[in-house]
């Protein structure tokens, strides 16, 4: 109670009467004195600097001392913190989400990823910095921001606050990023220098790869580590494999792929490389044969290009979130 | 008496869970088909993290990756490194001084409590809710993880993103008062790790939840490349540490927990068994860490020395989550022409979509919050 009182002499003044205590104050400052003392974040994590923050939530550091007490659901909230990389597939749903809350309401942007993308900002699916998709009102640097900084980039969210003053910083480049066609054509890599097939052990005909798989697995290779392609010169080379989980032995399975990127799936012997297939027709476009589910898995379903091909571009731009590398650094000059 | 049906069917219904729900452990999106309360099929939707990291390493030298690997799988960062530059040390036959190995370990192990800690805390909040009985059990194990996390940072300076490992050896050193602060830290853990273990495996509750839950079979965990405590947890004896011995893991004494039925309850026991293993490594290491230098390679003039030979190799390490491998194509520059990850949590979480259906809606997060993934590794 003594805090409560002492935090409420910064915005008016205790008067006593004969018979009473009366507290004058103006009722914008008394608004904002209890949004800041209750600030409701709304619950979700993106990445590593998720980890800080749950940490920060927890036993050591406790925010729960500073009224803060994290909601699942976007109504109840009023205060986002974005911590972690914001992809091009979630920046669409961190939109919503900030839609669906109820103003007054705040954004962090937690760690280097949700301020400018850090390292991965040149990435096709990676959008540079969430102040590309909402306002932000307070950036909390690091990678990630230990919890001392967390802690740090609330109090400077309660004195904005406090002080009625709302500074969101959004990009200005946001109109000009929505005149241009969304599914522009994958960009291509001007010097690309594909390399001949660099390993010549364990290749097999494209024919067979069912019936050696089959024959593994009879063997005893139960397990299968991954599926994987590599682009060559004229070549998609795909690569399987195998362990034994009683020898420790693994085996590993080459297959020079045909211009038309068809071969048999094999997710009927093993099950796991259903997903792992997936994964390898979502990178480099190879069609798999009697597939249950050939779809997109880690980008987006309408993505146009097949990212780990050595000629597409590494900044290739997605509209409406992820500029073009000139509209990035064009606008980091304005800054 | 006449028994009367008084449920009306509704029909099929379509439940989105995800990708912000808290009991999904990041970003991840299922479409539960529900009938009444059980599923009836799912789908599972992934990507939300995929941060290219694949096609961001070809562009980057050798020496400068494995910070990048160090934010993908973010419990427990070492372990990216550490499989990553055994790749590279394999590939060009570099050796590396003992006493850096055992500082590898050292690192490695206490991060594996750190992460079993997070997904043990985690789990609680999964079953019990946040504002039930689990919220104790998170703030136990992150307490606790707070107090790996001070040993860590006066080792390498950071809290967990700790950069302590290199092509060649390691950057820091055990000074006498970091070594001072890991007997605290294991005289401290010890019995605290036991009472989890005790309160965990007797707690009625908590064994209503999850025993006989999420059953996967011996042979379906091998079909789905499952790996890590989500194989251990049905019987499978496998672990790279003892099976593949790296580093110097054949110089320890420690046991391979296995479980029997390889229901939700054996996995989360797994887990809790590993972490005293763990910290028995720990004690041995201290004990036994022999003198020496920290790197067997001369301080480098630039990033673009590092030049494996052409070919393709494939090494991988046990990660709390499971086989960590790295599989790279070189062709002979100082980038890797095509570095593919072997995400152990991507195979573990595909189990979801065939254990699911047929379940209770109230355990999908009993199942899910068992695989333990981190969305980071699924999507990299």
């Known amino acids: ?335 | 008496m006449e028994n009367k049906v008084i449920e009306q069917d509704y029909g099929d219904l379509a439940l989105n869970m995800g990708p912000q729900h808290p009991s999904t452990h990041g970003v991840f999106r299922l479409k539960l088909h529900l009938e009444g309360e059980r599923i009836k099929k799912v789908e599972s939707y992934l990507g939300y993290l995929h941060r290219g990291v694949e096609k961001l390493s070809e562009k980057l030298d050798y020496d400068m990756i494995p910070p990048v690997l160090e934010r993908d799988d973010y419990l427990s960062p070492t372990s990216n490194s550490l499989g990553f530059i055994n790749t590279i040390e394999s590939m060009c036959n570099i050796e590396i001084p003992q006493r850096a190995s055992y500082l590898r370990i050292l690192i490695a192990e206490l991060q594996r409590i750190s992460s079993h800690l997070v997904a043990l805390g985690t789990y609680g909040l999964d079953l019990g809710g946040a504002l039930g009985g689990g919220a104790s059990l998170f703030l136990y194990c992150f307490r606790e993880r707070e107090k790996i996390l001070d040993v860590l940072e006066s080792i390498t300076g950071t809290r967990f993103h700790t950069n302590m490992n290199q092509v060649g050896g390691v950057r820091y050193d055990l000074n006498k008062i970091s070594t001072k602060k890991t007997h605290e830290l294991i005289s401290y853990l010890e019995p605290k790790l036991n009472q989890y273990f005790d309160v965990i495996s007797n707690d009625e509750i908590f064994i209503k939840r999850t025993r006989g839950i999420g059953i996967i079979s011996k042979d379906l965990v091998s079909q789905f490349g499952g790996s890590g405590p989500v194989a251990r947890g049905s019987g499978i004896n496998y672990d790279l540490r003892k099976n593949n011995a790296y580093e110097c893991y054949n110089d320890f004494s420690f046991e391979i927990p296995i479980g029997k039925n390889g229901d939700a309850y054996d996995r989360t026991i797994v887990r809790m068994k590993e972490t005293l293993e763990s910290l028995k490594i720990i004690k041995q290491i201290l004990d036994k860490i022999p003198d020496g230098p920290l790197s067997s390679r001369k301080p480098l003039k630039s990033a673009k020395l590092l030049k494996p030979p052409k070919g393709s190799h494939y090494k991988s390490v046990e990660s709390p989550r499971g086989e960590l491998g790295f599989f790279i194509v070189s062709d002979g520059t100082s980038m890797p022409y095509r570095m593919k990850i072997r995400a152990p949590s991507f195979s573990n979480l595909s189990i979801v979509e065939k254990l699911l259906p047929g379940t209770f809606i109230a355990d999908a997060v009993v199942i899910l919050g068992s695989l333990d993934p981190v969305f980071g590794d699924v999507d990299r």
């Open chain 1, 1 to 335: 109670m003594g805090n409560v009182i002492k935090s409420l002499k910064d915005i008016g003044s205790f008067m006593k009467l004969p018979g009473a205590n009366l507290f004058v104050t103006k009722t914008e400052d008394l608004f904002n004195w209890a949004s800041k003392s209750s600030l409701w974040p709304l619950s979700f994590g993106l990445a590593c600097c998720a980890i800080e923050m749950m940490a920060t939530f927890s036993s050591r550091f406790d925010l729960d001392r500073m009224g803060m007490i994290t909601r699942a659901s976007p109504r109840q909230a009023d205060l986002m913190i974005v911590a972690g990389t914001v992809t091009v597939k979630m920046g669409e749903r961190i939109k919503t989400l900030y839609d669906q809350m109820t103003g007054p309401k705040w954004v962090i942007a937690a760690g280097s990823c949700a301020i400018s993308g850090d390292h991965y900002r040149h990435i096709y699916s990676v959008v540079p910095g969430v102040d590309w998709i909402i306002p932000v009102d307070v950036y909390v640097p690091g990678c990630p921001p230990t919890p001392e900084a967390f802690i740090d980039g609330i109090m400077e969210l309660q004195n904005i606050i406090s002080k009625g003053k709302t500074n969101p910083t959004f990009n200005v480049s946001q109109e000009a990023l929505h005149k241009e066609s969304c599914n522009s054509a994958p960009l291509v890599e001007p010097k690309v220098k594909k390399q001949k097939i660099l390993f010549q052990d364990n290749f097999i005909n494209i024919e067979d790869i069912y019936e050696v798989s089959k024959k593994l697995k009879t063997e005893g290779y139960d397990f299968l580590n991954f599926i994987t392609a590599t682009d060559f010169d004229n070549n998609l080379v795909l690569t399987y494999m195998f362990t034994n989980y009683n020898t420790n032995h693994t085996s590993e399975v080459n297959v020079r792929l045909n211009p038309d990127k068809k071969i048999s799936s094999i997710s009927d012997i093993y099950i796991g490389a259903e997903w792992q297939e997936r994964e390898v027709f979502d990178m480099f476009g190879i069609k798999f044969t009697n597939h249950p589910r050939l779809e997109r898995i880690l980008m987006p379903e309408d993505w146009v290009g097949y990212p780990l091909l050595k000629d597409y571009k590494m900044e290739q731009p997605s509209l409406p979130y992820r500029p073009s590398r000139e509209e990035y650094e064009s606008w980091k000059t304005k800054l």
